[in-house]
Structure formats: C-alpha cells, structure tokens
C-alpha cells in the first residue's frame, strides 16, 4: 500500500486514464497538463488531504490484491513498493500498487483463462501465459461490477506499469460494491506499447512548450487562457448563434426555478407546522435542521501571495444604443 511516488512533473501511469475517451470523473487532458506545467515550475500540486473515499480504498488495497494472489495461484506478493517504476527511454513513471510471481527459474507458465466461479476474466475468454513476476493494480468502487474491465479504470495504469518494468503481464484487481471482488488478467500488448510512446512523448513535449490541447470544456478554456488582457476581439458572426443559445439557457434555467418555487410555496402552505406529507405516489418531508449554541471565535487568515484567476463565466450584456462595455 503505497501513495504516489513517481514525480509530479511528467506523465504518470496513472494518469493515462484520462486519454481513454469515456474517462468518467471530469479531470480533463488540460488539467493533468496544466498540473505537470505548474509541478515543472517547482509549485506544490499536490493536495495533503486525502478524500475518506481514497483512504477507504488505501485500507482494503492488500487484502483486495493478496485475495487475488490466493486465486490466480501467485506467489511472493510485494504489496509494499517505495521506489516509483521509471520507463527506461519514455518520460513515463508509476507506483504500482504490487508485484507478484507466477512462475520462478524454469517452471511452465501459470495459465489463466476466464473462471465466472473464481471471478477471473481475460481478454476475448482467452487463456493468458504468466511467466516470471507482473504488475497487480487494485481499484475499489460503488458501482456493480462488469465482466469488462474499462480502459480507465486500472487497465491503461497497469500497462503503463508494464512498460516501466519491463513485465509481460499484470492482474487488475476490483472490488465493486463492497463485495463482488473482481481479477482482470492480461499480456503485454505491443499496439499499447506503440500507443503509448506517442502519447507520452507528445505530453512531455506540451510540459516544455506550455502547448495545451485542444479546450474539451469551459473550464479547459480558463487553464488555456488563464488571465485576460484590456482589448476588444471582433468575433464571427455564427457566434452570435452560441450567445443566443446561452440567453436562451438561461432565461429557461430561471424559468424551472419559478416553477419549482411556485410549486414549493403551494406544497409547504398545505403542510405548515406538519414534516410530513402523503399525496398520490409521493411521500413529502419538510422538517427542521438544530445547530448548537457556540461561542464566538475568531478566525486567523493565513496570508496569501497575489494571483490572477480567470473568470469561469461570461458576462453576457445585449448591446443597446450601440454602447460597449
């Protein structure tokens, strides 16, 4: 059970998640570049305080992976890696969560294929050869678990991880909804291995050159141009379109809100004091949040050195009487 080790101002195995186009947690391309960007100009990226989520998933790491072991018939598991794994000519780093044995000096390989009773899958039901040691990656989540493993949930890190040492194989390890623990096996992939050096040498490259990529959302928008300078810009005509659309959003977004008031002002004058209400299939709950007294406290500050953040919104003025702002 190890944090990340590898260094904060390259790519990480970990991070390849995000090139995987159904990558679902909102961490853009951008902002894991922009971060390498400010951890290459010697800034603090990291965040000291660790989601309950994540220490929940630190806390369960080695049994998940040594559960693993005892199923697919591993031996020696290292579960306590301190150094990170470094790529010998790719700009590419990991902190594998373990490393285990299948096969030692001239033993035959340990073969793996798809076990629905044991929770095992490989690729296409495939039996997959382990031979010498391979990389093992835990993941832990809510959701209910699939007999295919998503690119971005471990699979891309551990074949990153693979590269970095050189191994042939790794077991992605993942427990889904507390109980239903899942073993993914797979090979080394040479199309990955192609993949990934053009991956990883063109990010590096953007680290260099401050070259983000091409903006997937607003927010990518601000890390790109992150301050604004005193000009006026011209702007096609076929935007007008998109800041119509946005006044339009807008006016029906403030509409639903009505709506919704309205229709809790009704509700709540039909229950006054009562915290509960029944009508047709719907149950109603209106009730009363305490606080406790307490005692006044002052709030010390900490000193913060200037910055310049870039607005998240636009501020949309229709142009009357041929004014600009």
Not at 104 to 115: A, C, S
Not at 204 to 209: A, F, L, Q
Not at 260 to 274: C, G, L, R
Request: with cysteine.
């Amino acid at each position: 059970m190890v944090g990340k080790k590898s260094p904060d101002y390259q790519l990480s195995c970990s991070g390849l998640a995000v090139f995987d186009p159904n990558y679902p947690y909102g961490l853009t391309k951008n902002e894991l570049l922009d971060r390498c960007i400010r951890a290459a100009r010697f800034e603090n990226v990291r965040d000291d305080k660790q989601p309950l989520f994540m220490r929940v998933g630190d806390v369960l790491e080695n049994p998940i992976l040594e559960e693993a072991c005892l199923r697919l018939g591993l031996k020696n598991p290292q579960l306590d890696i301190d150094e990170p794994l470094i790529h010998k000519t790719l700009p590419l780093a990991g902190s594998p969560d373990g490393i285990a044995t299948a096969t030692e000096g001239d033993e035959p390989p340990l073969v793996v294929k798809t076990d629905l009773t044991e929770n095992i899958f490989t690729p296409s039901n495939e039996e997959v050869r382990l031979i010498g040691d391979g990389i093992l990656e835990a993941k832990t989540t809510r959701d209910y678990g699939d007999d295919d493993l998503p690119d971005w949930r471990g699979k891309f890190q551990a074949q990153g991880l693979m590269e970095c040492a050189g191994l042939d194989w790794c077991a992605v390890v993942v427990l889904y909804a507390s109980t239903d623990l899942r073993v993914y096996v797979y090979e080394r992939d040479p199309e990955f291995s192609s993949w990934l050096e053009e991956i990883a040498t063109d990010f590096d490259e953007r680290i260099k050159t401050r070259n983000y990529f091409e903006p997937e959302n607003s927010l990518d928008a601000n890390i790109i141009w992150s301050e604004s300078v005193d000009k006026i810009v011209e702007l096609p005509d076929d935007i007008q379109t998109k800041v119509q659309d946005i006044q339009a959003a807008k006016r029906i977004i403030e509409n639903a809100k009505q709506i919704i008031d309205d229709s809790e002002t009704a509700i709540k004058v039909q229950m006054q004091e009562s915290d509960h209400a029944m009508v047709g299939d719907y149950q109603i709950k209106w009730g009363s949040r305490r606080y406790k007294a307490k005692p006044e406290v002052t709030k010390v500050i900490p000193a913060t050195e200037a910055r310049v953040v870039r607005n998240k919104t636009l501020t949309i003025k229709e142009i009357q009487n041929d004014d600009i702002d």
